[in-house]
C-alpha cells in the first residue's frame, strides 16, 4: 500500500526531470522517508543518502526532532528544481556529466546545501573546483560560457566567488602570453600584431565575443573591462569590443528629433545607466573610436538625458577628431520638443568647434621649436603636430550650409558659428558665401542690419572670380557688399602680374584651385603657356564685364553712383577704380566679352562644395541605432 501511494505521488510531477529521478528512487523499492519541495516541485527522497553529503539537510533531520521530519522546503535553491535534481543525483551514486553549462548552476547549489569535503571527501564542492580549474577555465569560451551562466545565480555566484574567478581568467587569457590569443606591444601593419593585439584576436573580438562578452550585463562587462585594461588590453582592440556592445545595448534606440518614440521610465533608466558606463569604459588614447561612433553615442546621450560630464566627455572626444569627422556626423539633432527650435543642436556643434581650436593650439604650443645646425639646415626632435584646419573650415561651411535653410535659425547663432571658423582654415570665401546666400533665401524677412551682419562673415577680397560674379548679380546680398564685391575684383584685376618667383597668394585672388601657373625650368627653355596679346585680351575683357555690372548696379540703385564718378561712399569703403579709356579694339571686346560673359562655372555645385561631404541626405533624415 505504501508503495502504490509512493507511486501515486509520483504521477503528480510536472518535470519529466522529477519523474526520471522518481522512477530511479521506485525502482528499488525502498519506501521514501522524506518529501523535499524546491520551488513548486516535491521530491520523494530518503534521508540517509542525503544527509551523508548535504550538510544543510544533515542539520534539518538530525536530532530526535529531526527524525520526525517528513517534509522539508528549500528555500532560494540557486538553478532551482534542476540543479536539486542533479544533486540528488550525485547524492544516490548516479553517474551525470559535469559541462561548462552546468558547472556554475551545480557550484552555487552545492555552497548552499554544504556538501563540502569536511562532509564527506570527493563531495560535490570539491568536483565542481576541480573541473573549473583544470577544464572549464583554462580556455577562453569556457570562461565566458561559465560567466554567462553565474550572472544567472547572483547573488550565490558572488558567494561561490564564481564571477571573480571568470573575470581573472577571461582577461589573462586575453592578455596572457600563455594563450593563442598572446598580445604584445607592437606597430601597425605587418608580423600579425596591431596596437598590441594578434590578428587572431581581432578576429576572435569581431566573431565570437560578439555574441558572448557583448551578452554580459553592463556591470559585469564593466569589470571585465578594467581587469583587461589593468593587464595591458588597451587601444582598437578594447574599442572594438565597447563598439560591439555599445550598438547591441543600444539597439532600437530611435532619436529622431522631436518624433523621437517614447519609452518607459524603467528601460529608459537602464539604458541611460549603460550608456554613462559606456563612455566611462572608452580608451584614452586618439583614433581609438570612430567620430561616427562617437556621433552616435553623443546622440543617444542627448535623447537619455545622460549626465551632464557624460555628454562633455563626448563633446571633447569629437573635438579631438574633427578632422575625420563627415557632414553626417555633425547633424545632431535637437532634443527641445518646442515647435519653435531649430532641427538640429547648433549648440553643440559650436562646442565642438571651440574644443577642436583650444585641442589645436595646445598641440601647436607644444610643438618642439626648430633649431639651425652648423649647415644651415634647420631640425627638430620631432616633426611638428599635422594640422587638419583646412578640412575642418571646408566642413563647417558645408554645415552652415545645410543648416541655413532652417527657418527657425537665428541670424546671432547662424553668424556666431561662421564667425567662429579662423582665417587660416578659409582659404577662399566660396563655401561661406553658398551658406549666406542659402540663409538669405530662406529668410527673406531679413532687415538690411541682420542682412549686413551676416553677410559680414565673409571677406568679399578672397572670393574667386566666378563667386564675384554671381555675387555682383545677387539680389539678396546688401548693396554694400556688392559694392565691396566689385571693388575687390577691379583691384584684382588691376594689379600687376605675380612675379613668377613670388610665392602664391590667395588673398585678393582666384580660388587655389584657380591660381595654378607653371613656373619657369630651371633650364631657362620654359615657354608661357598662354600668348601675351591672349593674356592681354582677357584682362581687357574682364574689365568690360566689370564695367557693366557697374551700370546694372547704378539701375538697381542711384546711391552708388559714386562708384563711377570717384567720390568716397558714405560708408568711408575705398571707392572703385576708374575704368581705363576705351582703345580702337573696342568693338572686337565688346563682341569678346559678350560671348565669354555667358560663360559662368559658378554655379556648378562641385565649385563650392570644397569640403569633406557625403551626399545630402533626404530630409526625413533619421538617427536610430540600428
Known amino acids: 500500500m505504501q508503495a502504490e501511494a509512493v507511486a501515486v505521488a509520483a504521477a503528480r510531477f510536472v518535470s519529466p526531470a522529477m519523474k526520471r529521478t522518481s522512477d530511479w528512487i521506485l525502482s528499488h523499492e525502498i519506501p521514501s522517508d522524506i518529501t523535499i519541495k524546491v520551488d513548486d516541485a516535491a521530491f520523494n527522497l530518503h534521508k540517509l543518502p542525503l544527509a551523508s553529503k548535504c550538510g544543510y539537510i544533515k542539520k534539518q533531520v538530525s536530532g530526535l526532532a529531526g527524525n520526525k521530519v517528513t517534509h522539508l522546503e528549500i528555500a532560494g535553491m540557486p538553478g532551482g528544481s534542476k540543479?536539486?535534481?542533479?544533486?540528488?543525483?550525485?547524492?544516490?551514486?548516479?553517474?551525470?556529466?559535469?559541462?561548462?553549462?552546468?558547472?556554475?548552476?551545480?557550484?552555487?547549489?552545492a555552497e548552499h546545501l554544504e556538501m563540502t569535503?569536511?562532509?564527506k571527501p570527493g563531495n560535490l564542492v570539491g568536483r565542481t573546483e576541480a573541473y573549473l580549474e583544470e577544464v572549464a577555465l583554462a580556455s577562453l569560451e569556457g570562461a565566458v560560457t561559465v560567466l554567462r551562466k553565474a550572472e544567472e545565480l547572483l547573488p550565490a555566484s558572488e558567494k561561490a566567488r564564481l564571477i571573480g574567478r571568470c573575470i581573472d581568467a577571461i582577461a589573462s587569457i586575453f592578455c596572457g602570453g600563455e594563450s593563442q590569443f598572446s598580445m604584445s606591444l607592437g606597430t601597425p601593419g605587418g608580423g600579425g600584431v596591431y596596437n598590441g593585439v594578434s590578428a587572431a584576436a581581432l578576429r576572435e573580438v569581431d566573431d565570437w565575443c560578439a555574441d558572448e562578452l557583448t551578452a554580459l550585463r553592463i556591470d559585469t562587462f564593466q569589470r571585465v573591462m578594467i581587469a583587461m585594461k589593468a593587464r595591458g588590453f588597451k587601444g582598437i582592440a578594447m574599442g572594438t569590443l565597447i563598439?560591439?556592445?555599445a550598438q547591441k545595448s543600444l539597439r532600437r534606440l530611435d532619436m529622431h528629433g522631436r518624433d523621437r518614440k517614447k519609452m518607459g521610465a524603467r528601460q529608459e533608466h537602464e539604458k541611460r545607466v549603460v550608456l554613462e558606463t559606456i563612455v566611462s569604459l572608452l580608451p584614452r588614447?586618439?583614433?581609438?573610436?570612430?567620430?561616427?561612433?562617437l556621433s552616435m553615442l553623443l546622440r543617444a546621450a542627448i535623447h537619455l538625458d545622460t549626465t551632464l560630464a557624460c555628454r562633455l566627455d563626448l563633446e571633447k572626444r569629437m573635438a579631438a577628431q574633427l578632422g575625420q569627422a563627415v557632414l553626417d556626423d555633425l547633424l545632431i539633432p535637437s532634443s527641445s520638443p518646442d515647435a519653435g527650435t531649430?532641427?538640429?543642436?547648433?549648440?553643440?556643434?559650436q562646442r565642438i568647434l571651440t574644443g577642436y581650436l583650444d585641442h589645436e593650439c595646445d598641440a601647436a604650443a607644444a610643438a618642439p621649436r626648430l633649431d639651425y645646425n652648423t649647415d644651415d639646415d634647420f631640425s627638430s626632435a620631432a616633426s611638428p603636430p599635422h594640422s587638419d584646419v583646412g578640412q575642418v573650415g571646408r566642413l563647417m561651411e558645408s554645415y552652415l550650409a545645410e543648416i541655413a535653410s532652417d527657418e527657425n535659425l537665428p541670424t546671432d547663432k547662424f553668424t556666431a558659428l561662421a564667425e567662429l571658423i579662423p582665417e587660416r582654415?578659409?582659404?577662399?570665401?566660396?563655401?561661406?558665401?553658398r551658406a549666406i546666400d542659402i540663409y538669405l533665401k530662406a529668410h527673406p524677412n531679413l532687415a538690411e542690419g541682420e542682412r549686413k551682419k551676416v553677410c559680414g562673415a565673409m571677406e568679399c577680397q578672397k572670393l574667386s572670380r566666378e563667386a564675384c560674379a554671381h555675387a555682383a548679380q545677387n539680389d539678396r546680398l546688401p548693396v554694400q557688399t556688392v559694392v565691396q564685391v566689385l571693388?575687390?575684383?577691379?583691384?584684382?584685376?588691376r594689379a600687376p602680374s605675380q612675379a613668377p618667383s613670388a610665392a602664391p597668394s590667395y588673398i585678393g585672388g582666384e580660388s587655389p584651385a584657380l591660381s595654378y601657373r607653371p613656373t619657369p625650368s630651371f633650364n631657362g627653355r620654359h615657354r608661357a603657356s598662354v600668348p601675351d596679346e591672349v593674356s592681354r585680351l582677357q584682362r581687357e575683357n574682364d574689365e568690360l564685364r566689370m564695367e557693366l555690372l557697374r551700370m546694372k548696379m547704378r539701375l538697381r540703385d542711384p546711391s552708388v553712383a559714386f562708384a563711377a564718378g570717384g567720390g568716397v561712399p558714405p560708408s568711408?569703403?575705398?571707392?572703385?577704380?576708374?575704368?581705363?579709356?576705351?582703345?580702337?579694339?573696342s568693338g572686337f571686346m565688346n563682341s569678346m566679352s559678350k560671348k565669354l560673359g555667358r560663360l559662368n562655372p559658378f554655379l556648378r555645385s562641385d565649385v563650392l562644395g570644397g569640403g569633406r561631404v557625403r551626399t545630402k541626405p533626404p530630409k526625413d533624415r533619421r538617427h536610430s541605432i540600428s
Open 425 to 433: 582654415a578659409r582659404f577662399n570665401e566660396d563655401g561661406m558665401y
Open 117 to 119: 569535503e569536511e562532509c
Open 342 to 349: 531649430t532641427a538640429y543642436d547648433v549648440d553643440v556643434v
Open 572 to 585: 568711408g569703403r575705398p571707392p572703385l577704380p576708374k575704368k581705363p579709356g576705351g582703345g580702337s579694339g
Open 243 to 245: 563598439m560591439l556592445y
Open 285 to 293: 588614447e586618439r583614433n581609438t573610436m570612430s567620430v561616427s561612433f
Open 487 to 493: 571693388y575687390h575684383e577691379q583691384r584684382r584685376l
Open 83 to 109: 540543479a536539486f535534481e542533479l544533486v540528488v543525483k550525485f547524492c544516490y551514486g548516479v553517474n551525470f556529466e559535469i559541462t561548462v553549462d552546468n558547472v556554475a548552476m551545480l557550484r552555487c547549489a
